[in-house]
């Protein structure tokens, strides 16, 4: 409560600023003060109406979403060395800051190829950070890192060894998993995953590998079509891979084609199926890109939670291009789509605050991730076919490209699920 009053008061503060407000301005004397001395000396009262709802969300949440932060660029903007005292505390604060917005975060460095190291605690499983890092309850997935995937060194090997006995005895140890290499697009690629999972099993059988791809491998004979051979990946990567982790590009509108994808799972193998979305699908289907409407970027959640997958993860959340000061400008990398990998901003950039500034996607996909507690709360007391009327019902949601413009029937599903559920 106290985090979205102080919000309000941002915005309250921001309208002083605007023309409507100017003759207040001048009428108060304050015509020739800096516009941040306007803004802390002119009040504007406003009567606020609240209705809390009976209710609690849940601290875990019931869709485990992993997203990525850079650690090379965190390094180079804020010129930390890796391993020290304030490369720790930076990636700590990181940490920590996104774990509000119902996220589970993984730090990342990127090799070769699409090889990644990903991590979710930077200290290692002996240490006392880790249990607390990893016990976490809002904290639904963890990814553990595969040292040897950058350097491949004794030293790497016996890190990984020592990690995997720590941690496999934990009772947290089922929120683990490994990300290996992402999207990878040829049989040598895969056959490096094969390899590592392999070496996995010889330290705890129930080792989980999440491996992202949009596409069959290249060179392979799976099936005739491109989609067929997309849709056979499981075959080649059972039981190599336990999260099958697929892009949202590859099903256009199609929500019919989910079918397909569900068919080659094994659940009773352990398997599931995760989706994400990157430089794809493009408008107007729901992604996190500038540019598009409030409910568009609302809407990546609600079309998860329609097509069933059981988790999502996103490739970046500080991954703009590199800058060697903290309050360096911040630039898009070229060649992705405006805001595609960058979900938060550096504070420096906007004041001597070092607390990083959410961007409005992130608070939209925080109001995605609630909307999804909301439905698995209605799905709980009438079950999934009725939560599925209700999205489309109320016409909240309906598929990839029919969706509401506007926040007023997602008020609407809010609004119905606690009249019925509150008791």
């Known amino acids: 409560m106290i985090l979205r009053l102080s919000s309000t008061s941002t915005t309250l503060r921001r309208m002083l600023v605007l023309p409507a407000f100017q003759d207040c301005h001048e009428n108060n004397g304050l015509g020739d003060m800096m516009d941040e001395d306007v803004m802390n000396n002119v009040a504007v009262r406003v009567k606020l109406s609240l209705t809390v709802w ?9 869709l485990p979403a992993v997203f990525g932060i ?17 490369w720790y505390d930076a990636l700590d604060h990181h940490f920590r800051w996104l774990l509000q917005y119902r996220i589970s975060p993984f730090f990342c460095r990127w090799g070769d190829s699409m090889r990644i190291l990903a991590y979710t605690c930077p200290w290692p499983a002996d240490h006392p950070k880790a249990n607390e890092y990893y016990s976490d309850p809002r904290l639904a997935a963890y990814a553990v890192p595969y040292a040897p995937i950058l350097s491949c060194t004794d030293a790497a090997k016996n890190s990984l ?87 949202e590009w590859v099903l256009g509108t199609r929500e019919d084609l989910v079918k397909d994808i569900i068919a080659e ?20 289907q729901p992604n996190w890109h500038l540019g598009m409407r409030g409910t568009q970027h609302r809407a990546v959640m609600w079309r998860a939670w ?28 070229r060649g992705l789509p405006p805001g595609d990998g960058v979900l938060f901003y550096p504070g420096e950039v906007f004041s001597s605050s070092k607390e990083p500034v959410a961007s409005l996607r992130l608070e939209r996909i925080l109001s995605g991730m609630q909307d999804i507690e909301y439905l698995n709360l209605y799905s709980s007391k009438y079950g999934r076919e009725e939560a599925l009327a209700l999205l489309e019902k109320t016409g909240a949601y309906l598929g990839p490209d029919r969706y509401a413009h506007d926040h007023g029937p997602v008020d609407v599903m809010r609004g119905e699920v606690y009249r019925t559920c509150r008791s």
């Not at 850079?70 to 005292?85: A, M, N, P, Q, Y």
């Not at 799972?265 to 107007?284: A, H, K, N, Q």
Request: net charge negative; charged share 25%.
């Open 265 to 284: 799972l094994r659940p009773d193998l352990g398997e599931e199926w995760w989706t994400y979305v990157c430089m794809g699908p493009s408008d107007p």
């Open 161 to 247: 060894r020592r990690e995997v006995e720590i941690l496999k005895t934990e009772a947290h140890w089922s929120k683990a998993y490994f990300y290996l290499w992402d999207e990878p697009l040829n049989m040598e690629q895969y056959e490096v995953i094969r390899n590592i999972s392999n070496e996995l099993r010889t330290y705890t059988p129930d080792v989980r590998i999440l491996t992202t791809y949009y596409a069959g491998p290249s060179g392979s004979e799976l099936a005739p079509s491109t989609f067929e051979a997309f849709t056979k990946v499981p075959n080649v990567l059972r039981p190599h891979t336990q999260i099958f982790c697929t892009s």
């Open 306 to 333: 329609k097509e069933g997958g059981t988790g999502f993860l996103y490739w970046g959340t500080n991954c703009y291009e590199k800058a060697m000061i903290p309050s360096a400008e911040i630039c898009f990398r």
């Open 54 to 62: 009976d209710f609690t969300l849940p601290l875990t949440p019931s």
């Open 70 to 86: 850079s650690e090379t660029v965190i390094e180079d903007r804020f010129c930390l060395e890796h391993g020290t005292k304030g």
